[in-house]
């Protein structure tokens, strides 16, 4: 009876699409056939990665640039060949506009792919900012899944502790003052150190679960779930009216779910704090920033991370599905 409810609610989420998140949609390649992409700047953050690696080969572009991040902590002598962009900053935004943002000056009216598999989150929401400011609209992101992760749900993503969590840079919004109804939407990933953090950081906050379901495998979502159990035995209430499942890797489905969410939220409260925190795959994450450039900027709205200084070069074994995101903004 619960699974039947359940169904018939996101049912009623599903029913209600806002169409500017679907008028773009995915394109699935696998490691032969993205060969046919072709642009002008691709543009890849470099680590160990097999699925980064051969993306970066097989990918057919006038100019391949990697992007070297401190996160993952390369001397000079491990840096690849080719075409090098060193970022020296810890912060996101800083990274982004003293590599990616220097690079394109003056090239908006070039063709533009960026692989953001071996980026951090914050990287890729603060990015998606930079390109729409600098009047950088119309380009593709591309995602590789793994085809599965090395230590399965034992898998950490993160060599060092949380240092902070706060607000991702040009994503901090003007909040009300008073907390009582903040509200914490947190889309559940692999680790469950940094869903503790951020929910012992808004610990006052009413929290709203968004679970990968479709996952990347099925395989996946059962790791996810042993994850997130290691979390949910603190207390932590789940039941049908604060939990959500939406695709993993399907930006615009995700921000359509986050839309709607958002919508019934309103109608309930009328002023309210609302904090989300995309913790699942890297699309899952750019469907956050989608649906708070279109629809929170004006918002008592943030986006927050759970940021830590290093992180692991490869978790990962094999390339499965390859996607292409057009970004049209």
């Not at 009413?206 to 479709?214: A, E, V």
């Amino acid at each position: 009876m619960k699974m039947m409810k359940k169904i018939f609610i996101m049912e009623d989420y599903f029913l209600k699409m806002n169409i500017e998140y679907f008028i773009d949609s995915k394109k699935e390649y696998n490691i032969d056939t993205i060969k046919k992409v072709k642009c002008d700047i691709f543009i890849s953050c470099y680590n160990d990665s097999e699925r980064v690696l051969k993306i970066f080969t097989n990918i057919c572009a006038n100019e391949k640039i990697w992007i070297i991040i401190p996160e993952y902590q390369y001397n000079k002598s491990e840096y690849p060949k080719g075409n090098i962009l060193e970022g020296k900053s810890y912060n996101e935004a800083e990274l982004i506009i003293s590599t990616i943002g220097n690079y394109l000056k003056d090239k908006s009216d070039l063709s533009i792919c960026i692989d953001v598999t071996g980026f951090m989150r914050p990287h890729i929401i603060f990015l998606i900012k930079f390109m729409y400011i600098s009047n950088i609209k119309n380009y593709n992101i591309i995602y590789s899944e793994p085809s599965y992760y090395s230590k399965k749900s034992d898998t950490s993503f993160t060599e060092s502790d949380v240092e902070e969590v706060r607000q991702i840079s040009s994503f901090e919004g003007c909040h009300n003052r008073n907390i009582t109804n903040d509200i914490l939407i947190l889309g559940v990933g692999y680790d469950h150190n940094l869903m503790s953090r951020v929910i012992l950081n808004k610990d006052q906050a009413r929290l709203i679960f968004l679970f990968g379901l479709p996952s990347l495998s099925a395989d996946m979502y059962q790791e996810s779930l042993l994850r997130f159990n290691r979390v949910s035995a603190n207390s932590i209430k789940v039941s049908n009216n604060n939990t959500f499942f939406t695709s993993v890797n399907d930006p615009f489905v995700n921000a359509n779910m986050l839309s709607n969410i958002y919508k019934h939220i309103k109608k309930k409260q009328e002023k309210f704090n609302v904090y989300l925190c995309p913790l699942s795959t890297k699309p899952q994450a750019l469907g956050f920033t989608l649906f708070y450039m279109k629809e929170l900027q004006k918002e008592a709205a943030s986006i927050i991370f759970p940021f830590s200084s290093s992180y692991s070069r490869e978790t990962s074994k094999g390339i499965g599905r390859i996607w292409l995101y057009p970004i049209n903004l």
